[in-house]
């Protein structure tokens, strides 16, 4: 209640600030000072403030106010959501409390880029392996919500690359502490209707931590050739990775030296590698002015290896698909039926001291029809009805028979996740939304196989329905926007990654959980002068959130009532950009992350933390083409001691500690240029 206060008090002061520089701006009476937003996450394009559902956007400009390398600073940005981020090449995402179990990845979310599946076929999500500067826009929907892209049980991610209408090039050079080095180009040609963007950047890192060096080279192109009845776009993106794992240590590693890398990784000098491809063309049909057909076609690729402690891994993936999405608009409602098909053939294999101990092939295909009716009675009236059913069959082929043919296949029932949502918008200041939708997520490969390397068939997957309601809010001609939300979401199969020794995992459905929660998000404009002290804007976001075991019981022992661990129970984040003078601009990013459990029996507990950040920049004209801009900045600026990733359940073995934490950053710095063209 304390914490509620306090918000509720910094609201009421936002509300004075603003009447305040309402009174002294007696230029821009008529401005309205924060644009509506157009989304289109739930395949309709239409204002925020009409949306039946909770999507969160973030545009360009607030994507790249960073350092430009953590994604997580980007997407603590967003209520909701939380991102474990132990290196930049090892994170996880948690959207409203799901995910939190995965031990080293993102398996609960599906990720878009240009309408472009980019999740593997494992389930796994790394968006942040996108550079921020290949991002023009983001949209986020949260939990079990979204019928249409997949029905992800943590939700979706959704990225769309920059779009501009004028020429222009820029290239960037940054370096920071830890001897990470960040260089970058971008440029955008126009030519009648031929659209072509493209951005390359390259970034290298000696790391904070031992055994912790990165590099990272990637390339992100995408352009568009309209014509009156049709148009032709398409987008390509192309990463090599090359990452040191410095892994997760135990509690006297973490207060005593955090730089140190656990001593079993980096004996051998861990790491991972990989290159990826993935590469789309889209066709788009106005076949009049009330129908519309858009088709995606998409191939992935993808070659990894990790050295690790216990053995080697090789592993890689090959497939593509289709995505077709028909579209019926006229002025009282919206119809839209699509169908998504991916086939990828995920390889592995792993040896030990160049002696092989196993390899094996699996094809996996799965199938996605989805339908959308959106029907406006009146115009305060939105309502939304979909749903999708989706199919999902594995095959496994063992190409390593010493131990005996562990071949099989597992061909999952159809799932149905229907959706229902209502908004209703009084007028264009004011907006209510509610809305129940169902949603799934398939076993990983490790999860599905038994310790044996048999196909467990008796696995389920899981399952989840979520419920919300809230509100959206514009006032003081658009100069202030509010939203807050409340969501329950009931998971079912719940499922659990167990780990049987250092180097074999298996799934097991291990019962329900429940997640509740509250969102709350502020954008506000506190000042708007045309002089000294300029402008003064602000976004802030508070998320708390309980998020419990129902039914729950692991070797006998139940843990019906626990926390999750892994999850936060509180987090509130600040974005504060001052721009005293036409040509400089002071960002600062403030966060706090409350304490979280470490383990199912709610036995440990890390603590929870603060961090502050700021960023500087300059611009200034050299000449009529010529523009650049210099800027500074500092992460961590307390130099607060912290662990932005745990390991849930960390399991010790033989002498050595549980190895829960993975040391956070401590203050560091980065300068660089940019140059405009």
Do not use: C
């Amino acid at each position: 209640m304390k914490i509620l206060k306090e918000v509720l008090l910094i609201v009421t002061s936002l509300f004075t600030l603003n009447s305040f520089s309402q009174e002294i701006d007696n230029d821009l009476d008529s401005t309205i000072y924060l644009n509506e937003i157009i989304v289109n996450a739930f395949q309709i394009s239409t204002l925020q403030l009409h949306v039946p559902g909770s999507v969160s956007v973030l545009t360009g400009e607030e994507i790249q106010i960073t350092d430009g390398n953590n994604f997580a600073h980007t997407l603590h940005s967003i209520p909701g959501i939380y991102m474990h981020s132990g290196t930049y090449s090892t994170s996880r995402v948690i959207i409203r409390g799901v995910g939190s179990r995965t031990p080293y990845n993102t398996n609960r979310i599906k990720s878009y880029l240009n309408d472009i599946p980019i999740t593997s076929s494992d389930g796994i999500s790394t968006p942040e392996d996108i550079d921020l500067m290949g991002i023009g826009r983001m949209e986020v929907i949260k939990g079990p919500a979204s019928a249409t892209y997949g029905s992800g049980l943590g939700g979706n991610i959704i990225l769309y690359t920059p779009r501009s209408t004028k020429e222009g090039a820029a290239a960037l050079i940054q370096y920071g502490s830890f001897n990470t080095i960040k260089a970058a180009a971008s440029g955008n040609y126009i030519n009648q209707n031929l659209n072509l963007w493209g951005t390359i950047s390259h970034v290298n890192s000696d790391g904070y931590r031992e055994n912790n060096r990165y590099r990272r080279t990637s390339f992100i192109s995408s352009g568009e050739w309209e014509q009156k009845d049709y148009s032709l776009e398409y987008t390509l993106m192309l990463i090599d990775l090359n990452a040191q794992i410095p892994s997760s240590v135990g509690k006297s590693l973490y207060e005593s030296n955090p730089k140190a890398a656990a001593a079993n990784w980096s004996a051998i000098e861990g790491y991972k590698k990989y290159q990826r491809a993935i590469a789309g063309v889209t066709l788009t049909n106005l076949f009049s002015d009330k129908w519309t057909n858009k088709l995606n076609v998409f191939g992935r690729w993808a070659d990894s290896y990790e050295r690790r402690p216990f053995n080697n891994l090789d592993d890689g993936t090959s497939g593509g698909g289709i995505r077709n999405r028909l579209s019926y608009h006229n002025n009282q409602w919206d119809a839209m039926i699509g169908f998504e098909w991916v086939k990828d053939v995920y390889r592995w294999k792993m040896d030990l001291e160049n002696e092989m101990i196993n390899k094996n092939r699996e094809s996996r295909d799965h199938y996605n029809l989805f339908s959308m009716i959106y029907w406006r009675p009146a115009s305060e009236w939105n309502i939304s009805l979909g749903g999708a059913v989706n199919k999902v069959n594995y095959l496994l082929r063992d190409q390593f028979l010493s131990n005996g043919d562990q071949s099989g296949e597992r061909s999952f029932p159809l799932i149905f996740s229907p959706r229902l949502g209502i908004n209703y918008a009084p007028s264009q200041l004011l907006a209510f939304y509610g809305s129940v939708g169902h949603g799934f997520s398939m076993p990983s490969p490790e999860e599905t196989l038994l310790p044996e390397g048999d196909i467990n068939k008796e696995l389920k997957p899981e399952q989840g329905v979520q419920y919300e309601m809230g509100f959206r809010l514009n006032l003081f001609r658009r100069a202030t926007t509010i939203e807050a939300s409340v969501y329950y979401i009931n998971l079912n199969n719940l499922l659990v990654t167990k780990r049987l020794s250092e180097d074999i995992f298996t799934g097991i459905n291990a019962g329900k959980t429940s997640h509740n929660g509250f969102e709350f998000l502020i954008k506000q404009k506190i000042l708007r002068l045309s002089s000294f002290p300029g402008t003064l804007n602000l976004n802030a976001n508070y998320t708390w959130s309980i998020n419990k075991f129902v039914d729950f019981t692991d070797n006998d022992q139940k843990f019906d009532g626990n926390k999750l661990p892994g999850i936060p129970a509180q987090i509130a984040h600040a974005n504060i950009l001052w721009q005293p003078f036409t040509r400089l601009n002071i960002d600062t990013q403030l966060q706090y992350v409350g304490e979280q459990y470490m383990d199912d029996a709610n036995s440990l507990i890390n603590e929870g933390y603060f961090i502050a950040n700021i960023r500087s920049s300059y611009s200034f004209s050299v000449s009529t083409n010529y523009n650049i801009e210099l800027f500074t900045g500092i992460n961590n600026i307390t130099n607060a001691h912290y662990s932005p990733m745990l390991t849930v359940n960390a399991v010790a073995f033989g002498n050595a500690e549980p190895r829960y934490y993975y040391p956070g950053l401590p203050r560091h710095f980065y300068s660089g240029i940019k140059l405009f063209l």
